[in-house]
């Protein structure tokens, strides 16, 4: 696989946060940098794709990042990407 882009990139984010992960485990499972990761979690953050817990600090897909999910995954499967 080539390099990804920033939707890819952010598709593996919301894709790993469906049950909830810190935020060490999500950037390591997005394989970036802390830097490259810090700016994907802040725009994941405002759009309202992700949210964080803030008793347990874990990072949660929002019911609106799970759409936006399924929806990429539809059109992957359509494309055959």
């Known amino acids: 696989m080539g390099r990804r882009g920033k939707i890819e990139i952010y598709m593996d984010i919301l894709e790993s ?6 935020a060490t485990n999500l950037s390591y499972r997005a394989s970036l ?15 309202g794709l992700l949210k964080i817990d803030d ?21 992957e499967r359509i494309l055959g990407a």
Do not use: P
């Open 17 to 22: 946060a469906l049950d909830g992960k810190g």
């Open 33 to 47: 940098s802390y830097v490259q990761f810090q700016k994907s979690l802040e725009k994941l953050l405002d759009r």
């Open 55 to 75: 008793k347990t600090k874990l990072y949660k897909t929002t019911e609106h990042g799970r759409k936006l999910l399924k929806y990429w995954k539809k059109m």
